[in-house]
């Protein structure tokens, strides 16, 4: 087990620039969840997959933002058109089969929009 | 919809001593799970306890136990014989079954040598 990963870690894009984020979960968790974090608050949720169905987006996700999970293993999210206002820390969690409810997070992505 | 709020967003505790972080929620659902991640300086949140709603016992994982008052919607966290390594942003989470997790805003946790 060798926990969420996120790609990239970091990531500086101009303003109008696409940007796509990559997360593996912990293997055999079958449900992904993306979140989004601004300095000095919890993450605000985006967007959640079973498998490779996307069951729930927040209303937080514009038409600028499209997530997959095409084999129900990685997922993506992208951003087009970049905004200064998305300059966040994306997370990714991934949570278990059972009825637990936890969420295993991933060390997230630091975009910067200049 | 489901809102949870943390009324601390600073709070300070001598290393050693114990401290208690309030969380409040609203919801009018029945079934449904609560948590208290932590979140060091590096940014990685990490599970610290859960609490079932259905379960009465308030959960406990070594130094961290939780006092759960369902009809008062409140869960807090204690944190006993403080350590350095306590020093975090805690963030108090919902979620109901099968649905999206929500957040509260977060406590940061100073510990003082």
């Known amino acids: 087990d060798t926990g969420v990963s996120q790609d990239p870690r970091h990531k500086i894009t101009k303003r109008g620039q696409n940007v796509t984020f990559r997360c593996d979960p912990i293997?055999?968790?079958?449900?992904l969840y993306w979140y989004r974090q601004t300095l000095g608050q919890g993450p605000e949720f985006l967007t959640y997959f079973q498998n490779e169905a996307q069951l729930e987006k927040s209303r937080l996700l514009s038409d600028r933002f499209s997530a997959e999970r095409p084999k129900g293993s990685f997922s993506t999210l992208e951003i087009q058109r970049t905004e200064q206002g998305d300059s966040a820390m994306y997370l990714c969690a991934s949570s278990p089969r059972d009825r637990s409810g936890k969420q295993y997070f991933g060390p997230g992505t630091r975009l910067t929009v200049t | 919809a489901q809102t949870v709020t943390q009324s601390q967003p600073e709070m300070s505790v001598q290393e050693a001593e114990t401290v208690t972080l309030s969380c409040t929620y609203d919801t009018s659902e029945s079934d449904y799970y609560l948590f208290w991640y932590k979140q060091p300086p590096s940014r990685q949140m990490i599970l610290v306890i859960r609490q079932e709603a259905y379960k009465q016992q308030n959960a406990t994982e070594n130094r961290f136990s939780v006092n759960f008052q369902k009809a008062a919607k409140s869960f807090s966290l204690k944190i006993s014989d403080s350590q350095l390594g306590d020093a975090a942003m805690y963030f108090c989470a919902y979620r109901s079954a099968n649905r999206d997790m929500r957040f509260g805003a977060g406590t940061r946790l100073t510990v003082k040598p």
């Open positions: 293997s055999e968790h079958n449900r």
